[in-house]
């Protein structure tokens, strides 16, 4: 596996936490290969950390030795790893039921790619904000996702640690349905990620876990030991780890001064001690201070090297846009004169399409549910909302009254409601990289995702209900036509006609069927 050149830094802390007495968590961190992994073992005490300490041993190794492509090579570490706890579990019976869950992170070049199973997690510091990236493969994680119950219900819910998915309790191989879930992400070098175990998301919000990711200045090592201390002081109900991986020019928005980061070339130690190591490390800093003010600044200057010049930076740096609620048409002036990287925050009120999405930029609802984007006027075949031919755009937290188009382009459709088009409630025509997820898509008058033009988009915990039922033939949940070849997961079809229907193979609707939710009658059917 060759070398990164790329700059991001990562912390990694691994802690028994204060109700267990052995940690069967196992992390780690590898900046120069760029690889980074959070591992849960289950299955009691011995066994629980026999599975953790084979995949974390194991997966490396494994990607190491395999050539190509990222996600292939992370579909056959997770899997060899898997059929590795598999076996021995069945030789050793004092292992028997051994299994762990992990989230696999492979940064390479400028891009992260995820190999997931489990209810680990790995989320995204962008913009001040913290968002979870990977899918919960749980009953009340699925729940969570949907929107069926807030984030505070879905920690403290009894079933909340029972999960549909994991490494080592049956045999698999590396293109098995519902075994890894994978998804590749931009790293961009003023974000961050952080990888943990349930340890500490079942006891830290998302909020809470941000406000100490968002004091991050400069040391990845300071950010993952407060993170352990706060979800001890939560309770500490199980093994906790973390590991957090910044980008280069990724800076907290609320920095405070701190002494120059710490370097690290090889961070795959457990956590021990990182309170008092900070304390010492304060108290050596201090003593360094008085010895420099006693020898006098301009003596020791003479011995500094002379401060470089940087080069005069002629682009402007991304902004955040707040958009004026009393004005309909504002939303549109925004995102007109948005810039790549920038984020539009958007008050409650209705606005007007239609809107057209633009290259990286980020369009967001301060209130989920209550910015509403309206269609002005009625001309045939117009949508409140389209993307076309763009990449990284986001759009988020909306009620969008006239549908959505997404032609040829790569964006982020997240939390939205859909409902009211003339025709289908989200049509994607062509392009790679689009993802609609825990939308609501309702209420269209023909089907509510109609994929065409050999579009690959990755539609997971959507709610796709009621529509085209008004249109004779009745219309699809989701119609696929080929060559289009979509990821559907974990989507809840109720009330439509059929859940999916086009004209891909019977065999190819159920094995999607399998891996979704119907509810009702509707079932998949070809046409």
């Not at 060899?80 to 299994?99: D, K, Q």
């Not at 209810?119 to 749980?138: E, N, P, Q, V």
């Not at 990286?360 to 031919?389: D, F, H, Q, Y």
């Not at 859940?499 to 193979?505: E, K, L, V």
Request: glycine residues 12%.
């Amino acid at each position: 596996m060759s070398r990164t050149t790329t700059q991001w830094r990562a912390g990694l802390a691994s802690d028994v936490g204060r109700q267990r007495t052995s940690n069967e968590d196992r992390a780690l961190a590898d900046e120069a290969n760029g690889v980074f992994l959070v591992v849960d073992g289950m299955g009691g005490h011995a066994a629980g950390e026999k599975a953790a300490q084979i995949a974390v041993e194991t997966i490396p190794q494994e990607l190491e030795r395999l050539r190509g492509e990222t996600e292939p090579r992370i579909r056959q570490a997770i899997t060899t790893a898997n059929n590795e706890i598999f076996n021995l579990a069945r030789e050793r019976p004092e292992l028997t039921g051994m299994a762990c869950v992990l989230t696999l992170a492979v940064a390479h070049g400028d891009k992260l790619t995820v190999g997931h199973v489990g209810d680990s997690r790995l989320y995204l510091a962008w913009t001040g904000r913290l968002r979870k990236l990977t899918s919960d493969h749980s009953p009340v994680g699925e729940k969570e996702d949907r929107g069926d119950l807030t984030e505070e219900e879905a920690m403290h819910d009894p079933r909340r640690n029972v999960v549909f998915r994991d490494v080592g309790s049956r045999p698999h191989a590396p293109a098995d349905d519902e075994f890894i879930e994978t998804r590749s992400y931009p790293f961009r070098p003023d974000a961050a990620f952080l990888l943990c175990t349930d340890g500490l998301s079942d006891v830290l919000t998302s909020a809470e876990m941000n406000a100490v990711v968002q004091r991050y200045d400069g040391d990845p090592q300071r950010v993952v030991d407060e993170l352990v201390d706060a979800a001890n002081e939560a309770g500490g109900k199980d093994n906790i780890s973390a590991v957090f991986v910044a980008g280069p020019e990724f800076v907290g928005t609320e920095v405070r001064p701190s002494m120059e980061a710490r370097s690290r070339h090889s961070i795959t130690r457990m956590r021990r001690g990182g309170r008092w190591k900070r304390v010492l490390g304060a108290c050596l800093w201090m003593l360094i201070g008085i010895v420099l003010g006693a020898a006098g600044w301009t003596q020791v200057e003479k011995y500094l090297p002379a401060p470089s010049v940087a080069p005069a930076v002629t682009a402007e740096p991304p902004v955040v846009v707040r958009v004026n609620a009393s004005d309909p048409r504002a939303l549109r002036t925004a995102i007109v004169s948005a810039r790549p990287g920038d984020v539009i925050e958007v008050p409650k009120g209705a606005f007007l399409g239609p809107l057209e999405l633009k290259d990286g930029v980020s369009v967001v609802s301060e209130a989920p549910g209550e910015s509403v984007i309206r269609l002005e006027g009625v001309a045939p075949g117009a949508v409140a909302v389209a993307a076309r031919n763009i990449n990284g755009a986001r759009l988020s937290g909306f009620r969008i009254e006239g549908g959505l188009l997404i032609q040829g382009a790569a964006v982020d459709i997240v939390d939205d409601d859909i409902t009211g088009a003339n025709d289908c409630g989200v049509h994607i025509e062509g392009g790679a990289g689009t993802t609609l997820r825990a939308n609501f898509i309702h209420e269209n008058a023909g089907c509510g995702v109609l994929i065409e033009g050999g579009a690959s988009p990755r539609l997971t915990g959507n709610r796709i209900a009621r529509n085209g039922t008004e249109k004779r033939p009745v219309r699809a949940g989701v119609e696929i036509y080929l060559p289009s070849l979509p990821a559907l997961l974990n989507n809840m079809f109720e009330g439509n006609g059929p859940a999916i229907a086009g004209d891909i193979p019977p065999q190819t609707i159920a094995k999607l069927l399998r891996a979704n939710i119907v509810i009702g009658t509707g079932q998949g059917a070809s046409r």
